[in-house]
């Protein structure tokens, strides 16, 4: 009975290879396995409750399908691992989705962020110290408060250019900001790429708005 009620464990540095015997504990809402020899999530789907779940430092690569049965996870750090692709979120975190919070996959072997949209209320996202080279447009989640990216093979301002145009557009449109500009005019007019003349007219007859005076 004491085991059901069990709400917080920690295994940090235990060596553990494999997740397993979960079931009797299904109730914990925070669940530490950092430091440990785990090459897969599969096993945490056996606690539908958890919130925080800590794996970094293992020998993970992949972040499995385990993640898409946690509807209430709030909180993953899965850095200094190996992973090396997330793929489309909105498949590998299926439940959790719409509950993640804070992302922390820093320091692990990721080329490209993947679609991760699905994330639908991400505020935090760490990709220190990883191998990310570009940041294709339309990849990140709108909900994104705060991005880490240090530490990446980024080859110049311009790999970051169609990332920034994106965060700015969306603040700005947050704020009611813009409203007669059409995307591809405000793309052109952030990444100084297309028409930029036209985009510049476009902008400057919509300049009395305060949000736009202050991208100028």
């Known amino acids: ?37 785990l090459e897969s999530l599969e096993g945490v789907e056996a606690c539908p409750h ?53 992302l922390n996959l820093a320091g692990n072997a990721l080329r490209e962020t993947g679609d991760l949209r699905g994330l639908r209320n991400v505020h935090e996202l760490d990709l ?4 990310i080279a570009r940041l294709p447009e339309s990849c990140l989640p709108e909900s994104l408060r705060r991005c880490f990216l240090s530490a990446n093979p980024l080859a110049s301002r311009d790999a970051l250019a169609p990332l920034l145009a994106e965060w700015t557009e969306l603040w700005l449109r947050a704020r009611g900001a813009a409203r ?22 476009v902008i400057e007859r919509e300049a009395e708005d305060e949000a736009l005076k202050m991208i100028n």
Request: proline letters at 1%; hydrophobic letters at 45%; a positive charge.
């Open 50 to 102: 958890l919130r925080v779940l800590l794996v970094g430092k293992n020998k993970l690569r992949t972040l499995g399908r385990a993640l898409a049965s946690l509807p209430k996870l709030d909180v993953l750090d899965a850095r200094e691992n190996g992973i090396n692709a997330v793929g489309d979120a909105a498949v590998v975190f299926g439940a959790a989705a719409a509950s993640v919070r804070v």
């Open 128 to 131: 220190r110290r990883n191998r």
């Open 180 to 201: 007669g500009v059409a995307e591809h005019h405000m793309r052109a007019y952030l990444t100084r790429s297309g028409d930029v003349r036209e985009a510049c007219e």
């Open 1 to 37: 009975e004491g085991e059901h009620r069990l709400r917080l464990l920690n295994y940090q540095g235990n060596r553990i290879a494999r997740v397993s015997r979960l079931g009797s504990v299904r109730n914990l809402v925070f669940l530490d396995l950092t430091e440990n020899a």
